[in-house]
Nanobody, 123 residues
Framework: QVQLVESGGGLVQAGGSLRLSCAAS????????MGWFRQAPGTEREFVAA????????YYTDSVKGRFTISRDNAKNMMYLQMDSLKPEDTAIYYC????????????????WGQGTQVTVSS
């Protein structure tokens, strides 16, 4: 079993920055892709970014390219999402997730989930 816990959410003005963290425990995430998803009220959970086990491969949804950066530190069992130039439309609950195997962008493809952290961007 894998336990994931997010932190770092909060309230920020448009144009500001936040750094989300995801702490993993329970087992070593060798060969696991990890990703960030978000869900705004009344919408489906959507893919934001993913990173490979080695950290060398990353993938972003178009709306966050150039503004968000995903990374991971396997020695610490941590994953991060640096969010810059935030916009009001980035407001959502952000979830970290993990899956064994290759890159996938569908929420149903991920095996483990955190409880989420709220990000609110004011205009």
């Amino acid at each position: 079993q894998v336990q994931l816990v997010e932190s770092g959410g909060g309230l920020v003005q448009a144009g500001g920055s936040l750094r989300l963290s995801c702490a993993a425990s329970g087992r070593t995430l060798i060969s696991y892709y990890m990703g960030w998803f978000r869900q705004a009220p009344g919408t489906e959970r959507e893919f934001v970014a993913a990173v490979s086990w080695s950290g060398t491969s990353t993938y972003y949804t178009d709306s966050v390219k150039g503004r968000f950066t995903i990374s991971r530190d396997n020695a610490k069992n941590m994953m991060y999402l640096q969010m810059d130039s935030l916009k009001p439309e980035d407001t959502a609950i952000y979830y970290c997730a993990a899956r064994r195997g290759g890159l996938r962008v569908g929420p149903s493809e991920y095996d483990y989930w955190g409880q989420g952290t709220q990000v609110t961007v004011s205009s």
